[in-house]
Every structure is written in C-alpha cells, then in structure tokens.
C-alpha cells in the first residue's frame, strides 16, 4: 500500500474514523488499533515480512527491560550487543547477503574460481527494513545511555516501532519523542488536523507532480546515456536532483501530515536542503533523522570533534561511508558516500561546518545576495553531481556517464522519446524552487498566507497540477522504498 494510492486513502479514512469517532476515550484501544493498522499496512505488500518485524519488536522490548534492570555495565553493554547484533545481523542479511557474496565471488573469479552456483540465493528485500531496524536499534542505545526509560507497556512499544505513516521510509524517529506520544493520551485537534492535511496535499504535489512526472525523463536519459552529449547528461542528472528531493521529501511531508491526523508530531526530515549555501548544511536539511542518528550513535561515541582534527576526519569518513552503505549494496552508494566526505572535510577543517545551523538564506531580505545565490548554485551542483554515482547502476556506468560529460561537452536540445513537451518541465522545475524559496523558513507550513482567498487558490492550483501530470501508466512506488 503506498500514499499515493486510492487503497491508501480508503484505508486512511476508516482508521481515522474509527480513532476518533469510535476510540477516542481509550488510549489502549487506539494504540492497538494504530498497531493494527500498521500491521494491515505493511501486509498490504507482504504478509511474510511481518515476522521480521514482530521478531525485532520483540527483541528489543527485552533487551531494554534488561539493560535498565542490570547494573553492571558488562551485562548491560552484553544486553547492547543482543540488540546491535541482531538488528544489523537482520538488516546485513536481507540487504547485504547478495552484495557481499557477489564481491566475494568477484574476487575469486580473477583467480580463475567459479563460486556463483554455491553461493548466491535469492534474497528480497523487505521494505522499511533499514527504517524500522534503526529505530528499535536507537531504544535499545538511549536506554544504555540512561536517556530513557523502558517502557513495560508492550503494546504502546509495538505501535512506535511500526506505526505506519513512518514505518516504510521514515522519518527514523527515537523513543524520546515518539513512544512518548503513543503511550500519552491524545485529544483531536482541528488545527492540527487541517495542518496535517495541508502537509499531505504539498506531499502529494511533490510525488506526483515533481517526482513521478520527472522520472521517465530521468531514466530515458540514464538507461541512454552512451547515445546524449553532455547538455543532456546534465540535464538528467539536474532533473534526478529535483526528482528525489521531489519523491523523499514528499513522503516524509505525507507521513509527517498522516501522523498529525492521529494527533501525533513527527519530527522534520527535510528543511528545504536545495538552498544550502554549503554541504555541512545541506547534511542538515537533507534526510535529517538518519543524519542526527548518525551523529547520535556512530559519530559521536567514536569522539566526534571533540578528538584531533586527524581523529575527527577519521570519523567524518567513517559516518559518510556507513551512511552510503545504508542507502544499498551496491559500490555506487559507497563512492556516493566516500564523495560527500571528501567534500564536507574542507568545510570542516575550515570552521564553516555550523556557522548556517539556525539560519536560512536570503533570512532578512526578500532575495538572496549574489553571494548566497552562488553558494547555493555550487553546493547545488556538487550534491547534484554526486547523485550520478547514486543513480548509476553501477560504478562503471558512473564513471562512464562522467566520461561522456568530459568527452563530448556539446549542447543539444531533448527530445523524449514520447514526445514530452520538456518547456512544461522547466517551468514547473523554475515554479517549484521559486515558491519553496518564499516558504523556506518553515517546512511544516506550506500554504501559509493570510488571505483564506489565495489559499483556496492554491489548494486549486495543487489539484490541478496533480490531475494533469498524474500518469497511471508509471512505477508511482516512492524511490527510498528500495533503501
């Protein structure tokens, strides 16, 4: 079952009735329904992976009460490993058994061995899978830590690690913030609802009308690019940018808006990333729960700046690598990582990694200085430069892509193969980063004017762009699915 789906929508509606309209009164009674309801979700693609869910609910509601229970910090730590363990032992196999086998194999072949029919299997991804795992995982951490309580209540802890609006593509949230929630009782809200359905119409419209529109172009230009001069290798690759902010941001803005509904706050996943006037920033604003769970729990228990500038270059590399590991097995996603180290190290050892944290461009004025326009404009094309190794299929159709660029640096005009009017694309593409620009100081109010006249147009004009560029004939599954 995905958001941008009728399925979707029914079985929105009837949970939200039943939530609000028949529970209202009974916490339990709502967190089991939540619970049932993610569980009905997830199911909704595949029943069978339900299990590795359950399975790592459960070890880790143990693992927290034992921890907690336990003063020696050996038995904790052991506790700890339990959860580490089996966690990345669940993820490392569904996502990396393939990966590694086949670079094992790689690497036997050159000696003349064959080892194809011994050990590869076939291995399905589940989906959420690098999602949920992290979220059990960070309990389980801030319980060691002595940040968090365990909770006893098993049926409010089963509806954190699957609640379904952040269950397949997060945002990763930590226990903190909403197990809290779960386990509080919940009063409606008019205005937080109305916000919430404000924030799934701007996801919408970025799936729809961003993403999904912009993706047959994308993979035309990908799967050919052996055919395209440079003009329209850049093109695609610039597109793909604004493609997967599109589709990700998109989801998160649906999830963030579904779980309003439900009167729960999910924290921010994207701050509008593509105005960052550097990369430090950009890690700021770009996929922010898994970046803070990385800062929280790999980078700084390995000392984080706080060790020598050698030691914290050690670390930074280490954080970009593991974090393009995560997003799949494949070579392309560690250069795509091993790339963003190498260029947040200079802004680091300058200084200039925190200096745009509490800040947005253009912030007193109506428009950006030249300065700030071209800050964006470079950090923009190193990230979007960057996602041609994140894109390819693999590491010598990356570097193939990139020799194309180089050796046959000529402009052509685009033609899609079926005949799209690509003057349509530019202009939504130019629409779209004008009017994030004026909405860039906050993420969670896209329609925010004080006339209810020009909000009612906008809702229109939403809509409307939504039913001309929607296109039943495409993939409409969300990009981080396959993450």
């Known amino acids: ?133 992290f979220q059990t995982m960070s309990y389980s951490f801030d319980i060691y830590y002595r940040k968090l309580k365990p909770t006893r209540d098993f049926l409010s802890f089963a509806a954190f690690v699957s609640f379904f609006p952040q269950l397949v593509a997060g945002p990763i949230e930590r226990a903190s913030n909403l197990l809290v929630q779960i386990t509080s009782k919940r009063k409606f809200s008019y205005d937080r609802t109305v916000s919430g359905l404000k924030l799934i119409l701007w996801g919408l419209f970025k799936k729809v009308v961003i993403a999904d529109s912009l993706g047959p172009i994308v993979d035309d230009i990908f799967a050919n690019y052996a055919n395209y001069p440079a003009s329209t290798l850049i093109l695609g690759v610039t597109l793909f940018s604004f493609q997967v902010y599109g589709d990700f941001s998109g989801y998160s803005d649906i999830a963030i808006g579904t779980a309003k509904l439900f009167g729960i706050e999910l924290m921010s996943n994207f701050k509008f990333p593509n ?113 041609i190794f994140f894109r390819s299929e693999s590491i010598s159709d990356a570097f193939a892509f990139i020799k194309v660029i180089i050796s046959n640096f000529t402009y052509e005009v685009y033609h899609h193969p079926n005949g799209y009017r690509m003057i349509d694309y530019y202009v939504l593409i130019i629409l779209f980063v004008l009017y994030e620009y004026r909405i860039r100081k906050d993420e969670r109010s896209p329609f925010k004017f004080k006339s209810k006249v020009v909000r009612f147009i906008m809702y229109v004009i939403i809509i409307l762009f939504m039913l001309l560029f929607y296109d039943d004939s495409i993939d409409r599954s969300f990009i981080y699915f396959q993450f």
């Open 275 to 387: 105005f960052s006037r550097n990369v430090a920033e950009y890690w700021q604003r770009w996929h922010v729960s898994l970046s803070t769970w990385f800062r929280h729990y790999v980078y700084i228990p390995l000392g984080g700046s706080r060790v020598s500038k050698l030691k914290s270059v050690r670390n930074i590399v280490i954080i970009f690598l593991v974090s393009g590991f995560w997003h799949g097995a494949n070579w392309t996603f560690i250069f795509w990582g091993a790339f963003h180290a190498l260029a947040f190290i200079p802004v680091f050892l300058l200084g200039r990694n925190t200096i745009y944290k509490n800040s947005v461009v253009g912030e007193y004025t109506i428009f950006p200085s030249l300065k700030e326009i071209g800050q964006v404009v470079l950090t923009f094309g190193i990230v979007t430069f960057s996602r």
């Open 1 to 133: 079952m995905v958001f941008n789906s009728l399925d979707f929508f029914i079985f929105l509606v009837i949970v939200f009735s039943l939530y609000w309209l028949v529970l209202k009164k009974n916490l339990k009674a709502q967190n089991f329904l939540l619970l049932f309801a993610s569980y009905l979700f997830y199911g909704w693609w595949d029943w069978r992976f339900l299990s590795l869910i359950l399975l790592s609910t459960i070890v880790d509601y143990i693992v927290g009460i034992n921890i907690d229970s336990s003063e020696k910090k050996s038995i904790r730590k052991s506790w700890l490993w339990v959860s580490v363990l089996f966690n990345v032992g669940l993820l490392g196999f569904f996502k990396y058994y393939n990966f590694f086998v086949d670079s094992w194999v790689d690497m036997f072949s050159m000696f003349g061995y064959n080892m194809k029919s011994t050990w590869t299997l076939r291995v399905i991804l589940p989906v959420g899978i690098s999602f949920y795992t």
